[in-house]
C-alpha cells in the first residue's frame, strides 16, 4: 500500500552550479586554502559524473576542490576547471577521496521544459473498491488541478482505466497489489 501502480515520465532536472557549501575545516594545500565555517560557492558541475568544483582561497590562480553534492571529496587534488574539462594540480593534496569537508547550504535544481511525471498509487481497498490517487508533476511540484482521488469497484470488473492506462488487477488485499499494466 502507498506504491506506485504506475509511474511514467521523467522529472529531468541538473544541479544548480550556484550552490553554496560551508567548509567542516581549515586546510591549506599549497597556494589554496579553506577556512571552518566560511561559505564557498560551486562553481562548476562536471556533466560526466555530476562533481562539482567548490572555490578555494587562493593566493594565485583560482582553484576548487571536487565535491559531490554532499560536500565530499571526490579527487585527493586541487582542481580548475577550463573548456578542456577538468585540470588537476597533483602535487596540491587536499585530502581522503571520501573524505566529508563541506557541508551543503543550499543547491538549486534547475528543470528541463520536458520535465513531466505522472504517478497512480494504491491507496488500499474499501470493501470491494480499489483506492488510487492520481498526480501530475511537473518540475517536482504535484499540479493540484491533476490530482485526483480514484474509487474502482473489483465486483464489476478486474480491469480499471484511467486516462491512457488500462491495468489488469490479479489481487488486492489492504497490504498490497498485484496486477498487470495493459496500456501506458
Given amino acids: 500500500m502507498g506504491d506506485n501502480i504506475i509511474e511514467k515520465g521523467n ?12 567548509a567542516l575545516l581549515s586546510r591549506t594545500f599549497g597556494p589554496f586554502s579553506i577556512t ?3 561559505l564557498y ?13 567548490v572555490k578555494t582561497d587562493s593566493t594565485f590562480v583560482p582553484g576548487g576542490l571536487k565535491v559531490n553534492e554532499n560536500g565530499e571529496l571526490q579527487d585527493s587534488h586541487v582542481f580548475y576547471h577550463n573548456f578542456g574539462g577538468w ?3 597533483p602535487t596540491n593534496t587536499v585530502g581522503t577521496v571520501g573524505e566529508q569537508i563541506f557541508e551543503r547550504v543550499a543547491t538549486s535544481r534547475i528543470y528541463s521544459p520536458e520535465s513531466f511525471k505522472v504517478e497512480i498509487i494504491y491507496l488500499g481497498l474499501s470493501g470491494i473498491d480499489l483506492k488510487a ?5 511537473k518540475n517536482d511540484i504535484a499540479r493540484p488541478a491533476f490530482y485526483q482521488d480514484l474509487s474502482y469497484n473489483l465486483k ?14 490479479l489481487r488486492a488485499t489492504n497490504e498490497e497489489l498485484e496486477c498487470v499494466v495493459l496500456e501506458d
Fill in 41 to 53: 560557492e560551486a562553481m562548476y558541475v562536471d556533466q560526466n559524473d555530476g562533481s562539482l568544483c
Fill in 36 to 38: 571552518e565555517g566560511k
Fill in 133 to 137: 490517487s492520481y498526480r501530475e508533476y
Fill in 11 to 22: 522529472l529531468e532536472y541538473s544541479v544548480s552550479a550556484e550552490g553554496k557549501y560551508r
Fill in 156 to 169: 464489476d470488473s478486474s480491469i480499471i482505466r484511467y486516462k491512457n492506462f488500462r491495468i489488469n488487477i
Fill in 87 to 89: 585540470q588537476g594540480h
